[in-house]
């Protein structure tokens, strides 16, 4: 709760669960106790002990991305939409994974080689035989080999691809064992989310598939049905019935005309 550290990444465990809709409600409380007139410290940033010197060990820091267009620029508009239930940066290479798919027989794969940013490495890729081998399903939403061979294997990678039982699935840790990773240093994260797969055969051959930028980003928005679609299998995930789901849907398609009833979505 203090800090969301990345610690989360250890043992399977649940907190980072937590950290986006506690930082939420942190944001929202503070911005009603500034409109109620409460006073922070306006070196809250720079200061001595502040932001910089407390978490980034630096008081230089990049302060245009954080002021430029101040009250402005909305990020709102910028929202990306995952189309995995997995780390973000991984999304690009479950992009490459699951078009390989279609051009290859996973048993014929010797090696997948994927090409990564250095920065991604200490949260996604290493220790590269426990990512291969996740010990559980939520620790497997943080292990690239594993997203990977299982997108590649079944052709998706849903909620149900995150069970402990799915992660015990024979086929897909045999393939997680042969995915690796080499450092590209060109890749521009973390301005970009890239994905560069690279699937070597029995036979020799060598096939290779790239994905740019994160797509369900501005660069490559998810369509409505592909949004509707995600809906649909994370409801049902949850246990809601398809009546619910469908007026689910259609209260989404209206929630800008005029007053809105939440009533369905409750319960």
Same mark, same amino acid.
């Given at each position: 709760?203090?800090?969301?550290?990345?610690?989360?990444?250890?043992?399977?465990?649940?907190?980072?669960?937590?950290?986006?809709?506690?930082?939420?409600?942190?944001?929202?409380?503070?911005?009603?106790?500034?409109?109620?007139?409460?006073?922070?410290?306006?070196?809250?940033?720079?200061?001595?002990?502040?932001?910089?010197?407390?978490?980034?060990?630096?008081?230089?820091?990049?302060?245009?991305?954080?002021?430029?267009?101040?009250?402005?620029?909305?990020?709102?508009?910028?929202?990306?939409?995952?189309?995995?239930?997995?780390?973000?940066?991984?999304?690009?290479?479950?992009?490459?994974?699951?078009?390989?798919?279609?051009?290859?027989?996973?048993?014929?794969?010797?090696?997948?080689? %994927?090409? =990564? $940013?250095?920065?991604? @490495?200490?949260? #996604?890729?290493?220790?590269?035989?426990?990512?291969?081998? /996740?010990? *559980?399903?939520?620790?497997?939403?943080?292990?690239?080999?594993?997203?990977?061979?299982?997108?590649?294997?079944?052709?998706?990678?849903?909620?149900?691809?995150?069970?402990? %039982?799915? =992660? $015990?699935?024979?086929? @897909?840790?045999? #393939?997680?064992?042969?995915?690796?990773?080499?450092?590209? /240093?060109? *890749?521009?994260?973390?301005?970009?989310?890239?994905?560069?797969?690279?699937?070597?055969?029995?036979?020799?051959?060598?096939?290779?598939?790239?994905?740019?930028?994160?797509?369900?980003?501005?660069?490559?928005?998810?369509?409505?049905?592909?949004?509707?679609?995600?809906?649909?299998?994370?409801?049902?995930?949850?246990?809601?019935?398809?009546?619910?789901?469908?007026?689910?849907?259609?209260?989404?398609?209206?929630?800008?005309?005029?007053?809105?009833?939440?009533?369905?979505?409750?319960?």
């Amino acid at each position: 709760m203090a800090g969301g550290l990345l610690e989360y990444l250890a043992e399977g465990t649940w907190t980072k669960r937590m950290h986006p809709g506690w930082a939420a409600q942190s944001g929202l409380r503070a911005a009603l106790l500034g409109r109620a007139g409460f006073r922070g410290p306006g070196t809250v940033l720079e200061g001595l002990h502040g932001l910089f010197a407390g978490f980034a060990r630096t008081r230089e820091g990049n302060y245009a991305a954080l002021l430029d267009g101040f009250g402005e620029r909305w990020l709102m508009t910028a929202l990306a939409f995952k189309p995995y239930p997995c780390g973000t940066m991984i999304q690009p290479y479950v992009d490459c994974a699951r078009r390989l798919g279609k051009r290859v027989d996973p048993r014929d794969v010797t090696e997948l080689v %994927a090409s =990564v $940013a250095e920065g991604t @490495v200490h949260r #996604l890729w290493e220790p590269l035989a426990e990512k291969q081998r /996740p010990p *559980n399903g939520y620790a497997a939403k943080f292990s690239a080999p594993w997203c990977i061979a299982a997108s590649l294997v079944h052709g998706s990678l849903g909620l149900d691809a995150f069970t402990d %039982a799915a =992660v $015990a699935d024979p086929a @897909v840790r045999a #393939l997680a064992a042969k995915v690796r990773y080499q450092v590209d /240093p060109a *890749n521009p994260y973390p301005f970009e989310y890239t994905g560069q797969l690279q699937a070597r055969l029995a036979g020799g051959a060598a096939l290779e598939e790239r994905q740019p930028h994160l797509r369900g980003g501005t660069r490559q928005p998810l369509s409505r049905g592909d949004l509707e679609e995600k809906l649909r299998s994370n409801a049902h995930a949850g246990g809601w019935s398809d009546d619910r789901i469908a007026a689910a849907l259609a209260l989404a398609r209206t929630i800008w005309d005029g007053a809105v009833d939440l009533t369905v979505l409750r319960g």
